[in-house]
């Protein structure tokens, strides 16, 4: 687990599509913060620079107080594509997760250490997935090969773990169970998570943390206390949310991970 410090985070894209405008915050160490905003509020911006697959414009990025300039191991992104291999079993898909670690050659003929292939195994009983392990990925549901994207992200033995709208593609059922595999791993692994999202309903049920991007500026950090239906307008602005919200009141909030809010948070 790592601490994130983001200070004066801005990407503009081209001449003038600011997609980050001097965002800053910090998130503690095994923290599972949700990242919300309608489509284009910079939700996927932030999270590519966070794992350095996009460069800011201007600001930092810091993890356990070292700036990060480049792509590492200790970074997992969880895409909404999974981008798992169709051909490959899910145990295979899984322990290419450990590509950084091993060679070319004993990736393609799985010549990986036992103790890869045990992570590999582990990993896939983390998602549920290890009666599933050697079944084709192309034979797997949209939510199982998310499953296998997540173990596979998890053999990488990350310090933080990102994920770009991993449920966008998948129906009510697997995208909560997609959530409860992300929150277990977090949990089990004392990852430092950051999850963007679109819905709010699956953000309230599994948040604890909930960031909030308009036009690429911040305009929430906080907790579940606080994310109420007014915080929620001011992120979504005039888009109808009403039956997306407001089953039991969002300040009445108990999320999944049983914790309770132990900081205040605060529309900025
Ligand atoms: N590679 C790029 N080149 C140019 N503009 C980009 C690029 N990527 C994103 N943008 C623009 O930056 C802004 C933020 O986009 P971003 O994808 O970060 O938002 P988002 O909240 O993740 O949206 P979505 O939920 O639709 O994925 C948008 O205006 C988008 O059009």
Not at 69 to 92: K, L
Not at 100 to 113: A, C, G, H, I, P
């Amino acid at each position: 687990m790592s601490r994130i410090a983001v200070t004066n985070l801005t990407k503009v894209y081209g001449d003038d599509t600011i997609a980050l405008d001097d965002v800053s915050f910090e998130i503690d160490e095994g923290e599972f913060v949700i990242v919300l905003g309608v489509s284009g509020s910079g939700k996927s911006t932030l999270l590519r620079c966070l794992s350095s697959l996009t460069s800011p414009t201007e600001g930092t990025i810091e993890i356990d107080g070292d700036e990060v300039t480049q792509t590492h191991d200790d970074i997992a992104m969880i895409f909404q594509q999974h981008n798992i291999i169709g051909q490959m079993t899910a145990y295979s898909n899984a322990l290419s997760g450990s590509l950084s670690r091993s060679d070319f050659v004993e990736s393609v003929f799985q010549l990986q250490d036992s103790a890869e292939k045990y992570r590999a195994l582990e990993a896939l009983e983390t998602v549920g997935l290890l009666e599933e392990a050697q079944s084709k990925a192309r034979n797997m549901s949209g939510g199982q090969q998310q499953r296998v994207g997540i173990a596979r992200a998890l053999v990488q033995e990350p310090r933080v773990m990102l994920a770009d709208e991993p449920v966008a593609s998948l129906d009510p059922g697997s995208s909560q169970q997609v959530m409860q595999y992300l929150l277990e791993a977090s949990v089990d692994r004392d990852l430092t998570t950051m999850i963007s999202l679109h819905e709010v309903n699956l953000a309230r049920k599994f948040g604890e943390r909930f960031i909030g991007l308009r036009d690429g500026k911040k305009v929430f950090d906080g907790y579940s206390e606080d994310f109420t239906i007014d915080i929620i307008d001011e992120i979504y602005g005039d888009i109808d949310i009403d039956g997306i919200v407001a089953e039991d009141g969002a300040d009445t909030n108990e999320t999944e991970t049983g914790k309770r809010a132990t900081k205040g948070g605060s529309a900025v």
